[in-house]
């Protein structure tokens, strides 16, 4: 019992120091982060620029010199081109496929969706359209990199439909390609929201912690992670044995959670967990004030 005691201590002062350096290890790259903004800003502000076209038209033009315009030049390209990323998010262009056997002669006709999440690009997506049907502009879906919980073959039955048959008195649909680039890309943004609230939840449970421990509750909260392909549901899970799921709609908002105890339904996590909440994000909001 008196080694039990004197080693108690000890363990404490060692999770405190584990807690400082971890602590310390997260201001650090707050810190580069901070810096590699700060310094792009510079590189980018009116007053730098003059003062760098200046500077290069004396005589005593040094390396250093040289390597600040360069950098400003390639800072001020990567800014023209995440402004137009971010104004352009829907872009089209036209490519030749290899294929000698292709149809309309090869043409295609692609569509770029630029999606953000988290204050980042993601890798865009493509949907590659050509005319497969003669003596006839209706166009359809060929390739595409958009992921499978996407529905896309249902947006491209809605808004790029086939044309009619000949012999079908029904009056002729028409395509509306503008529409359909619009809902597809809806829905990307969609899907990435909604996956990019579980890792607010999980960071706000204290699961994306440097030192890998939650939030010191009384049954903590061991893991939430995505129970299906369209991120529509979400799975957590207590360090008691508990497990819930909740359900969403397209944009976040809360349909509804179940949680299964060692007694069947628990209502009472279920009211401590959403509370009020309407929507994912005051789930998360409610978790990091816990």
């Not at 590189?43 to 315009?69: F, G, H, N, P, V």
């Not at 896309?152 to 000949?166: C, E, I, Q, V």
């Not at 390609?177 to 899907?191: C, D, I």
């Amino acid at each position: 019992m008196a080694s039990e005691e004197i080693q108690s201590p000890e363990l404490s002062i060692a999770d405190q120091l584990d807690s400082e350096i971890a602590s310390l290890r997260s201001q650090v790259e707050s810190l580069k982060q901070e810096l590699q903004l700060q310094t792009a800003t510079l590189l980018t502000s009116e007053s730098t620029r003059q003062i760098l076209q200046t500077s290069s038209k004396r005589a005593d033009d040094s390396s250093r010199l040289q390597e600040l315009s360069k950098r400003a030049d390639e800072q001020n390209a990567h800014k023209q081109q995440c402004l137009y990323r971010a104004c352009a998010s829907i872009t089209t262009f036209k490519v030749r496929d290899p294929d000698p056997g292709a149809v309309d002669d090869g043409k295609v006709l692609g569509l770029r969706f630029e999606v953000m999440s988290k204050s980042r690009f993601l890798r865009p997506y493509y949907v590659m359209l050509n005319r497969p049907y003669p003596n006839s502009r209706y166009l359809r879906v060929h390739r595409h990199t958009v992921p499978q919980c996407i529905p896309l073959s249902g947006l491209a039955a809605r808004h790029l439909p086939p044309p009619t048959a000949k012999d079908d008195y029904d009056a002729p649909k028409k395509q509306d390609l503008s529409k359909f680039a619009r809902t597809l890309r809806r829905e990307l943004v969609r899907y990435h929201n909604r996956s990019a609230v579980i890792g607010d939840l999980r960071s706000a449970a204290g699961l994306e912690s440097k030192d890998g421990k939650a939030k010191e509750l009384e049954d903590p909260i061991v893991d939430i992670s995505l129970a299906d392909a369209q991120a529509k549901q979400i799975r957590v899970e207590w360090s008691d044995g508990r497990t819930g799921r909740l359900i969403m709609t397209d944009d976040g908002d809360i349909v509804k959670m179940v949680v299964q105890g060692e007694n069947g339904q628990d209502r009472e996590s279920v009211k401590q967990l959403i509370g009020g909440s309407v929507r994912i994000e005051e789930v998360a909001k409610r978790l990091e004030t816990a």
